[in-house]
Structure formats: structure tokens, C-alpha cells
């Protein structure tokens, strides 16, 4: 069988956590399995402005045939940009044991665009999504980075017994990211798959083999000594923004967890101020439309804004500093932090 059935016989049945990084790796009808290896700086106490290297070894008994190529997906904060910022190699040892093989270091790529998961046909990262969720990271903007092998594998489970009766694979999961220059807190994980099964769920009607989503372990994972306040993406932030890295010539949205403030039946709007790069204050508190925040659940709600839009700016006119405030239709009530509101940060 391919080397991705095998790697997701390899993870389906077991989990590892790599000291405070967890990768887990999923794979179905694996005989034996083990991991005799994972390295990752400072146990998962990253310092920003680095690349960092990462390390996964892992050994495994192939149990079905497949022609697969190896996929790789990564859940980290968006701002991080993996698809850019980050390298990914696999090598293999033990592959001519089921008839295919080895190799050394050879590259993964981002998922092309247009190539959709088998079993949602969706793109591989909403897939991810769809399938996993964003794992704890609940106060801001995260996705799944999904990468796989231009190679295809194709391996017999029927191994050679003229080798002996220990016949195992050997992968090596290379990684390199760059960990930007900002203070963060967040859970990462990493999930390995293959393209044949996707993660088409393992043990459904029609499925002996497949992915497993049970076994996975995420854990923390802090970078500090960068530039600015950590932003925490494992706790609710009452006010957020997405996507978390914007200017103010961007169109963004605001998200608000309203709690008790507002009953069911209010209609909230996002109030603002802007302070100009002259000095000047324009304040925006108008009922309109172009201030009425979209509902997203029993309490939650968004906008989506263009700040020189909402505040009406002339041409040349440029924000420096943006605070936001909630009321509903008569002002009756109202949510504000402190006297200008709550801040909101574009990205320097």
C-alpha cells in the first residue's frame, strides 16, 4: 500500500505530543506503530523573529494497499502566513519492504488551488475546517494550512518475508516556520492524512480505513519578545476583528459578544470614534444601516466596516487611531469601554 495509507494506518490508532507542541499524526489499519522521535525548540516556548525547526520521526507496519500522496495540515494564527513562511520535507526509510521507494527531503507543497478533499469536496483547508474545527482557538483568526507531496505512493501491503519479521517504515516530517514578529498565544496541531481517503471518517459504512478525528491531541504553544500586547487566541475576546492583521484602508469586520447587555430583540449598532493623523475627532453614532450589526448568534454579532466609509472622511483624510462602542436603536443601552471605547489596532 501507498505511504500515506500507511502513515494514516500510523496515526489513526495511536497519538504522540511533542513536548508542548502536540502533532498528531491519524492513520488506519496500521499493525504496529511507533514514535521514536520529536524535536521542537524551547518545548514549544517560541521566541518571535525566528525560524523554527520541528522534527517528527515515526515508524510504522503498513495494513492496506493505497496510491496516495502524503497530505500535511497545520492549524496555526493566519497572520502567520505558512504558505509563505514556512518549508516542509518527508523522507522515508523501509519502503522496499511493500514494494516501493525511499526518499529523502523531498519537498511539500501547498495544496494547489482547485484541488478539493474527497470526501466534503471542498478546498483541503475548509475541509480541515469543516472537519476539525479551530481546536480552542476561540479569541481570533486561525486556519488550516494544508500541504502534501507531489509524489504519489503506491504500496503493497504484502511485504517482502525474505527480510525478516520487524518490517517497518520510517518517516521523517521536516518543518520550518518563521514565527513573525508578534507576542502570541494560540494551539497548534498538526494532522497528517492522504489524498485517496481525505478525511473521509475511518469505521463509517463503507470505510475500513480512513481518518480518525478522536485521536488528536492540541496543545499551547506561546511566542514572546516580539512587538506589542500577547494576543491570546485561546480565550473569547468580547471584541475582536477579522481578520486579526488589517489597516484602516481595509475592509474589516468587527465581532462583539454582546453577553446580558442587549435583549434578543435589540437591534445593535457599532458606534465608533476616529482620531485623523491632524488631530481631529470624528465620532460616528447614527442608527443607519451602515451601522447595524448582523447577528451571528444568541449573542454575538458583526459588521463589517470601511472605516473612511462609516466615518465619512474626505479625500486625504487618514485614521491614526480607531475606537468602537455598541448601542442599541435609543441609546437606551449601551456597552463602552471607558471614555473613547475599545481600541482597535491596525497592524503597524
Known amino acids: 500500500m501507498m505511504i500515506m495509507n500507511g502513515i494514516i494506518n500510523f496515526f489513526n490508532r495511536y497519538k504522540f505530543v511533542c513536548l508542548a507542541l502536540s502533532t498528531v499524526f491519524m492513520m488506519a489499519g496500521m499493525c504496529r506503530m511507533s514514535i521514536t522521535e520529536v ?27 493505497g496510491n496516495t500522496q502524503v497530505v500535511f495540515a497545520i492549524l496555526a494564527p493566519s497572520y502567520l502566513n505558512l504558505y509563505e513562511t514556512a518549508s516542509l520535507t518527508f523522507s522515508s526509510s523501509g519502503f522496499n519492504y511493500f514494494g516501493e521507494t525511499d526518499v529523502t527531503d523531498i519537498e511539500m507543497i501547498p495544496v494547489p488551488d482547485g ?73 497548534m496541531g498538526f494532522s497528517f492524512c492522504g489524498t485517496e481517503k481525505g478525511l473521509t471518517l475511518k469505521y463509517s459504512d463503507t470505510e475500513e480505513y480512513g481518518y480518525n478525528p478522536d485521536l488528536k491531541k492540541v496543545v499551547p504553544v506561546e511566542i514572546t519578545g516580539g512587538e506589542g500586547e500577547t494576543d491570546d487566541y485561546t480565550v473569547l475576546k468580547l471584541i475582536s476583528t477579522t481578520p486579526t492583521v488589517f489597516g484602516f484602508g481595509d475592509i474589516f469586520a468587527i465581532n462583539f459578544d454582546a453577553g446580558s447587555t442587549f435583549s434578543e430583540d435589540d437591534n445593535v449598532y457599532l458606534c465608533g470614534k476616529a482620531v485623523l493623523s491632524d488631530g481631529t475627532e470624528k465620532t460616528m453614532e447614527e442608527k ?43 441609546g437606551s443601552k449601551i456597552s463602552k469601554e471607558g471614555e473613547n471605547g475599545h481600541q482597535i489596532q491596525e497592524a503597524e
Open 39 to 65: 524535536t521542537i525548540p524551547d518545548s514549544g516556548n517560541l521566541k518571535a523573529n525566528q525560524t523554527v525547526p520541528i522534527q517528527v520521526v515515526g515508524e510504522y507496519e503498513p495494513g492496506a494497499k
Open 115 to 187: 484541488e478539493t478533499e474527497v470526501s466534503t469536496s471542498l478546498d483541503w483547508s475548509s475541509a480541515y475546517l469543516a472537519r476539525e474545527g479551530v481546536q480552542g482557538n476561540i479569541g481570533g483568526d486561525v486556519k488550516w494550512f494544508v500541504f502534501r507531496t507531489e509524489r504519489t505512493f503506491t504500496i503493497d501491503d504484502k511485504a517482502d518475508d525474505s527480510l525478516g519479521d520487524d518490517k517497518f517504515i520510517i518517516g521523517t516530517v521536516k518543518i520550518r516556520f518563521n514565527t513573525g514578529s508578534r507576542n502570541a498565544k494560540f494551539y
Open 288 to 330: 443607519v444601516s451602515k451601522a447595524l450589526m448582523e447577528k451571528t448568534g444568541t449573542s454575538t454579532y458583526r459588521r463589517y466596516i470601511y472605516p473612511k466609509d462609516f466615518f465619512s472622511l474626505g479625500q486625504g483624510e487618514e485614521i491614526s487611531e480607531l475606537y468602537v462602542w455598541f448601542s442599541n436603536e435609543d
